[in-house]
């Protein structure tokens, strides 16, 4: 996803999937600020903690927001909008 932040153009890498080992739950939505070198612990969010089928997708909206839909644990499908001061 590219950014302008103070007139400057910027990237970050996104990744989405469940972050379990045994099970399809703990949607999770990860960010890396330097090409998916390092994908820093306290910048992932939590989407849905339970088991759902996991499958899901990333779009960019706009400068300042990423979209994600996910199969959860509540809903067949879900579209979440994510604003990406809540990646920073």
Known sequence: HTYQEQGQTKSILLFLNPES????????????????????????????????RGYSCITSINDSLIGV????????LVFQQIGLDELR
């Open 21 to 52: 080992f045994h099970k399809r739950d703990h949607i999770t939505l990860k960010v890396s600020y330097d090409d998916g070198m390092t994908w820093p612990s306290d910048r992932k969010i939590l989407l849905d903690e339970y088991a759902g």
């Open 69 to 76: 839909l996910y199969e959860s644990s509540q809903a067949d």
